[in-house]
């Protein structure tokens, strides 16, 4: 079994920052690839940043420049800095990670989904 734990998000004005952490613990024999998707009301969970093994980070090309991904090996953790946040940034997001499980069986996991929203 494996969890994802998501914190952060809240209300922030634009051009302000926030920053989500997400922790995968459980029964992980290693981490793939792991970041962030959002979601608005109506329109499909879209890719905002992921890094994947070796180090290399994709980004949305909404975010390029604001955003950086950072993660942590030690912990199974991975870092979502937003700087200089935009109206259209308001979602919800989601934590994603792609495992190999201790049973060597490679599957997607989910978090909850924390709530951004930035205010004019």
């Known amino acids: 079994q494996v969890q994802l734990v998501e914190s952060g998000g809240g209300l922030v004005q634009v051009g302000g920052s926030l920053r989500l952490s997400c922790a995968a613990s459980?029964?992980?024999?290693?981490?793939?690839?792991m970041g962030w998707y959002r979601q608005t009301p109506g329109k499909q969970r879209e890719l905002v940043a992921m890094?994947?093994?070796?180090?290399?980070?994709n980004y949305a090309d909404s975010v390029k420049g604001r955003f950086t991904l950072s993660r942590d090996n030690a912990q199974n953790k991975v870092d979502l800095q937003m700087n200089n946040l935009k109206a259209e940034d308001t979602a919800v997001y989601y934590c994603?990670?792609?495992?190999?499980?201790?049973?060597?069986?490679?599957?997607?996991?989910w978090g909850k989904g924390t709530l951004v929203t930035v205010s004019s």
């Open positions: 994603n990670a792609d495992i190999t499980t201790l049973t060597r069986r490679a599957m997607q996991y």
């Open positions: 459980g029964s992980i024999f290693s981490l793939n690839a």
């Open positions: 890094i994947i093994s070796g180090g290399r980070t």
